[in-house]
């Protein structure tokens, strides 16, 4: 028993880190920062994967005249990630992601400055800056 207790925390401290937003979601420097806006803006070629940040459930996958064509994704234990201003969405709402899949392909949609995409963490409905959860990318 002692074994099969040990396993299962393993594999629930391994959930838990696949879920983290952990994974920067496109390659690109940062345009406008936390703090600016509740997210931040990263300046990025129309056209590029846009990867989730961590794994968890679509719960959004529609246009947003802010946004444009937005996902959000929620990661289970009270952390959310949006990305907006995408030029084709490549998921839909309700479908489950892996940490790194191909969610969306970057663009020019919503209110965006130029191509980019908007990235945003949300904790327990507080928003967050997305940068101390980077570990990748």
């Not at 390659?27 to 931040?40: A, K, N, Y």
């Not at 990630?81 to 084709?88: S, W």
């Not at 309700?94 to 995409?117: C, D, R, T």
């Amino acid at each position: 028993q002692r074994g099969y207790l040990h396993c299962l925390r393993r594999s629930s401290a391994l959930g838990r880190l696949r879920s983290l937003p952990t994974i920067w979601p496109v390659r690109g420097s940062v345009l406008r920062p936390f703090g600016e806006s509740r997210g931040t803006v990263i300046e990025t070629a129309s056209g590029q994967v846009v990867r989730a940040s961590g794994s968890g459930w679509v719960v959004r996958a529609d246009f947003d005249a802010r946004l444009g064509n937005v996902i959000t994704i929620d990661h289970g234990n009270g952390i959310v990630t949006d990305y907006g201003y995408n030029g084709l969405l490549l998921v839909g709402e309700g479908g489950y992601v892996a940490k790194g899949q191909s969610i969306a392909l970057s663009g020019y949609s919503g209110e965006a400055p130029g191509p980019a995409l908007f990235f945003a963490v949300r904790e327990n409905g507080e928003n967050r800056d997305p940068l101390p959860y980077r570990l990748w990318m």
